[in-house]
């Protein structure tokens, strides 16, 4: 009896895409079934193509599909976390104006370039972000990231 497979275990075995496995089935090299709303693959044609292709030794992004308001929740944090390094960035501006004699003047100067390096971050995830980005998880982490330097930094000064 044959065992039929799902796209996600086909992908893996072959080490590609779902995309690509589709495009197998398209050109009639995997056999498919439905079953409900499910598409099966034939795990044998699976795994003898498989055998044929190069092993591709560049890392695998999984895609993930974000809903609007995810993406919207997404973007509004990020730009409140826009107007935070703005403010911030203000703040010390004022600081380095009002005393350019302080001993910590170069530690105020760092943390500008800091702050000023993550409001461009910033604004490009937002960018990306609406003009279709897919890694959305990337920008997340990249934002947390953000986040934690700036907290950190503000209770090093404090």
């Given amino acids: 009896?044959?065992?039929w497979i799902d796209i996600e275990e086909?992908?893996?075995?072959m080490g590609r895409t779902s995309?690509?496995?589709?495009?197998?089935?398209?050109?009639?090299?995997?056999q498919n079934r439905k079953r409900g709303v499910r598409v099966e693959y034939l795990?044998?044609?699976?795994e003898a193509i498989a055998a044929?292709?190069?092993?591709?030794?560049?890392?695998?992004?999984e895609s993930q599909v974000m809903t609007r308001g995810d993406m919207l929740t997404i973007v509004e944090r990020l730009q409140q976390q826009l107007a935070e390094a703005g403010a911030r960035e203000g703040y010390?501006?004022?600081?380095?104006?009002?005393r350019p004699a302080l001993t910590d003047t170069q530690l105020v100067r760092d943390e500008l370039s800091q702050i000023r390096a993550e409001r461009d971050a910033l604004q490009q995830q937002i960018a990306d972000l609406r003009t279709g980005g897919k890694r959305a998880w990337v920008v997340s982490l990249v934002a947390l990231?953000?986040?934690a330097i700036v907290i950190i930094l503000f209770l090093t000064l404090r």
């Fill in 1 to 3: 009896m044959d065992e």
């Fill in 10 to 13: 086909a992908s893996r075995i």
């Fill in 52 to 61: 044929e292709l190069p092993q591709d030794s560049r890392p695998r992004v």
């Fill in 43 to 46: 795990a044998s044609d699976v």
């Fill in 145 to 147: 990231t953000l986040l």
């Fill in 92 to 98: 010390l501006r004022a600081q380095l104006d009002q």
């Fill in 19 to 30: 995309r690509q496995v589709r495009r197998y089935v398209e050109r009639g090299r995997i």
